[in-house]
């Protein structure tokens, strides 16, 4: 006659890891749980295609543009003497910012109104020259209701720079 003898520790093991990866999967599949983290990425990305931006226009030999809104931004290239929007590069993909985010632009110590990511009317604020030059700019990244901010800048002494300000 069959006695039942419960559960052997290999079944118990196999359970455990199922149960592990299943939560580890859920945990990815949330994204990032701290809206500081969103914002730092965020600020790390714009300055990496930036950069990008800046070696494709001397690649290419013709101007590139970005374009922000309260919501966003986009990269233009200047083709017959008129912006389009880019599109021959998926890197350079129009990019909305999450909601918690919000940007502010200045140049030469002149803070830029940004539109709505509906109104964007193929004008960029930033330029940047088949040379490769950007003229100097400061965008913050903000985070609502919080002193978090980080900051893209163009220098003429540093260049392309990140840098933050946490009162954590």
């Known amino acids: 006659m069959f006695k039942p003898r419960g559960f052997t520790l290999i079944e118990l093991l196999i359970v455990l890891v199922l149960i592990a990866v299943i939560t580890g999967m859920a945990m990815l599949s949330m994204g990032i749980a701290d809206p500081r983290d969103q914002q730092k990425l965020e600020s790390e990305r714009l300055l990496k295609l930036l950069e990008l931006a800046t070696q494709e226009a001397i690649v290419r030999s013709e101007m590139i543009g970005v374009e922000f809104s309260k919501q966003g931004y986009r990269f233009v290239s200047l083709k017959q003497q008129k912006w389009q929007v880019e599109e021959s590069d998926i890197i350079f993909k129009p990019r909305e910012i999450k909601?918690?985010?919000?940007?502010?632009?200045?140049?030469?110590?002149s803070r830029i109104d940004l539109p709505l990511l509906s109104n964007f009317n193929l004008k960029p604020q930033i330029i940047i020259s088949p040379a490769g030059d950007?003229?100097?700019?400061?965008?913050s990244v903000a985070l609502q209701n919080s002193k978090s901010i980080f900051w893209v800048s163009n220098t003429a002494d540093n260049g392309l720079v990140l840098k933050s300000e946490d009162p954590r």
């Open 134 to 139: 950007i003229e100097p700019f400061e965008l």
């Open 99 to 109: 909601p918690i985010l919000t940007l502010a632009l200045t140049k030469n110590t």
